[in-house]
């Protein structure tokens, strides 16, 4: 079975601080591991994945996530937060092979002040 | 760019009546998903398809049923809409390779529906 945790439901920061999503997960085998943005009355949107290969990955809007096998997690990170970057964040899990199946965290509210 | 359209961003019934949410996607993709996003428990996988008239339960399939008689275009049914099924529901789609090689799924904008 896989599951994935995402440890806060809210995170609240200013505006040109550091941004710290954390998330954790739980799979038997070798996971892909992503994480989606959803803006107000939009979709998801992919920031980025991880599928085995470098551990650093980097993603758009200059989000960047660190797999750790060892801690099981996949925080996502950026080092300056921008008002735009306010919208709810999903940690998302699919066993390799593991045919269509996405497991979904239960999401982290960011929000920036000024 | 792929684009998955869902044929209503808002949509309000009443308790009973049969309820239609449409998606329609343009990449001539196989895999087609439909998932409830409720607050607290992300998103939820209620049925996929992989193929024309191929269909699989998810995780919450009870009171719904889909329909995918074009690959383009991926139907959700509710059968007898009740308040409990009030909720925001995403459409995403994602091509057979791209699945074999972990492309993200591509996600409609939502349909929020009100069951009165």
């Known amino acids: 079975a896989q599951s994935v945790t995402q440890l806060d439901s809210h995170v609240s920061v200013s505006e040109g601080t550091p941004v710290l999503l954390r998330c954790n997960y739980s799979?038997?085998?070798?996971?892909?591991l992503f994480w989606y943005v959803q803006h107000p009355n939009k979709g998801l949107q992919l920031l980025l994945k991880y599928t085995s290969a470098a551990t650093l990955v980097k993603g758009i809007n200059g989000f960047e996530a660190e797999f750790k096998k060892s801690e099981t997690s996949f925080h996502l990170t950026k080092p300056s937060a921008h008002m735009s970057d306010a919208a709810e964040y999903f940690c998302v899990v699919r066993l390799t092979g593991g045919g269509n199946k996405l497991t979904f965290g239960t999401g982290t509210q960011l929000k920036v002040e000024l | 760019d792929v684009k998955v359209t869902q044929s209503s961003r808002y949509l309000v019934k009443r308790t009973g009546e049969k309820v239609f949410l449409e998606c329609v996607q343009d990449m001539d993709h196989e895999n087609m998903f439909w998932y409830r996003q409720d607050p607290g428990l992300g998103l939820r996988l209620i049925y996929f398809s992989y193929d024309v008239k191929m269909k699989e339960k998810g995780d919450i399939p009870e009171g719904y049923s889909v329909s995918r008689e074009k690959k383009e275009r991926f139907s959700l049914i509710l059968e007898s809409a009740s308040t409990n099924q009030t909720s925001m529901y995403l459409c995403a789609s994602t091509s057979y390779q791209g699945l074999i090689a972990n492309q993200p799924q591509h996600f409609g904008d939502g349909t929020r529906l009100s069951i009165l």
């Open positions: 799979s038997s085998y070798s996971p892909s």
